[in-house]
């Protein structure tokens, strides 16, 4: 099994359609550019064991994982409800439960003991369709950064042009769904495109 870590929930669903238990931290949560980028940069030192759950600046809903102070991962399916005793599915993917930060809790750091034991190397995947501004500018930041990436990287683009492009350990893979299909539809493409093993 591969350590497939991705800043949006397609890492979820693929793991889901492997049938496999989610294999890191990451799963159904969303990371931003920057701190994507300096996760895949820093993997190898970043102390994943140096963390802290926040609250969420403005929707106090949720909450926010931050990893040494450096990498910020928002958790948008796990909610604050006082309604909820125990940890409650809501629906497919969302949990509601009053003291939900404990629940963050657990999943971060019982899937970072399975992170660990697996024992492999990552492999990343960074979808561009959380970035509503999704633009070329980030693409020149990633190429230029490229020589520090020392694992495999796939981005998910909606631009035909770069399907296929590479840089150092950079592939850019073409999403024709990009911007017409939900989350759970697009990672379903590309498990049978099988571009990555999960």
Known sequence: MQNVIVNDCIGGYLYRL???????????????????LYLIQNYDS?????????????DKRLFNIIIADKV????????????????TRVDSVNIHYNR???YIADKYTSRLVRMRKLGVKPVFIMDFKDWLD??????????????????????LVPYK??????VGNITMVYDSDFNTHTTDYRAKKLWDRKLIEV
Do not use: M, Q
């Not at 970043?46 to 403005?58: A, G, K």
């Not at 042009?161 to 590479?166: F, I, Q, R």
């Open 18 to 36: 492997a049938g496999v238990k989610f294999p890191n931290p990451f799963i159904w949560t969303a990371v931003g550019f920057e701190s994507f």
């Open 46 to 58: 970043l102390d994943f064991e140096d963390y802290l759950i926040v609250r969420h600046p403005t």
């Open 72 to 87: 910020i991962v928002k958790c948008p399916h796990w909610l604050f409800d006082i309604k909820y005793n125990k940890p």
């Open 100 to 102: 939900i930060w404990l």
């Open 134 to 155: 999704c633009d070329k500018d980030k693409l020149k930041i990633l190429f230029e950064a490229s020589a520090s990436i020392s694992y495999p990287l796939y981005v």
């Open 161 to 166: 042009e770069y399907d296929g492009y590479k």
